[in-house]
């Protein structure tokens, strides 16, 4: 069993890279994609855990494209190799913003001040996760959903945009730096079949190598119709958790990772990388 979709505290997760890799050991794991938005700082310290565990660790990132905040996990991606200019690797802006208008009173000190919520990141780029915990910390959210839909989600006070690449390009750029694009939980796109076939063909033809069609929250006939879609494209067929621990405590690790398709998912992956 693999997991191709984990976000440690490099972004907007709870658990260090290195605690991700000994949850995949636990998991029974092989293998185990570290996918954190926009960085790849947990990168090297989760391989060096994932040695010594004797499983493999993949390296990725998450990058975000413009349209419907479509999101592209890229593989194999080495830090010293990604390119600088695309989104998955220097455009994340801080997530602990100096001034939010009409936001809670203390909020950018509470996120800002030592020990908060950059910390919490291992200084990486704190994500709105890390600032949501701070928040309830100071009694300034009941609760890190609270936080989200009261300051954090989009179009509250303390929301700060970020810098999108048009999938066509996230696509090619993915490429350039020697890496495979896959798109993340594609029904998230919110588009009607006929709608998201057309996209995940336009994609394909682009460069996208494959599709994550076994997903923690998917249901097993949604599952199943992903995957025709991404037979019908001829793309590789991926599976991910999309773990962020205790920010998504129903998300764990190995849980979008089922055999027999995620056992081969990988091999198909590393078969498009030396095409």
């Given at each position: 069993m693999i997991d191709l979709h984990t976000h440690s505290t490099v972004s907007d997760g709870s658990d260090t890279p290195e605690a991700l890799v000994d949850l995949a050991v636990k998991a029974g794991l092989s293998a185990l994609a570290l996918t954190d938005h926009d960085r790849q700082d947990?990168?090297?310290?989760?391989?060096?855990?994932?040695?010594?565990?004797?499983?493999?660790?993949?390296?990725?990132?998450?990058s975000?494209?413009?349209?419907r905040d479509m999101h592209l996990l890229v593989y194999f991606l080495e830090p010293a190799k990604a390119r600088s200019k695309t989104?998955?690797?220097?455009?994340?802006?801080?997530?602990?913003?100096?001034?939010?208008?009409?936001?809670?009173?203390?909020r950018a000190r509470a996120a800002s001040e030592p020990g908060g919520a950059r910390s919490r990141s291992r200084g990486s780029g704190a994500g709105r996760p890390h600032?949501?915990?701070?928040?309830?910390?100071?009694?300034?959210?009941?609760?890190?959903?609270?936080a989200f839909d009261r300051?954090?989600?989009?179009?509250?006070?303390?929301?700060l945009e970020k810098e999108r690449l048009?999938?066509?390009?996230?696509?090619?750029?993915?490429?350039?730096?020697?890496?495979?694009?896959v798109l993340a939980h594609p029904l998230s796109l919110g588009l009607v079949p006929g709608e998201l076939e057309r996209t995940v063909r336009e994609l394909a033809e682009a460069g996208l190598a494959g599709l994550e069609a076994i997903y923690g929250r998917y249901s097993r006939e949604e599952r199943a119709e992903l995957?025709?879609?991404?037979?019908?494209?001829?793309?590789?067929?991926?599976?991910g958790s999309d773990?962020?621990?205790?920010y998504k405590p129903d998300l764990s690790v190995g849980s979008g990772g089922r055999p027999p398709r995620a056992r081969r998912a990988l091999a198909a992956l590393r078969d498009r990388l030396l095409d």
């Open positions: 947990g990168v090297l310290p989760a391989r060096k855990r994932a040695h010594a565990a004797g499983i493999e660790l993949v390296a990725g990132a998450r975000l494209a413009s349209t989104s998955y690797c220097a455009s994340r802006p801080p997530a602990t913003p100096q001034r939010a208008s009409g936001g809670p009173p203390g600032v949501a915990a701070i928040l309830v910390r100071k009694g300034l959210a009941s609760s890190v959903q609270d300051y954090l989600a989009k179009g509250r006070p303390a929301y048009e999938p066509v390009t996230a696509v090619e750029l993915s490429l350039e730096s020697g890496a495979l694009p995957a025709v879609m991404a037979a019908q494209a001829g793309l590789a067929i991926t599976g773990h962020h621990g205790s």
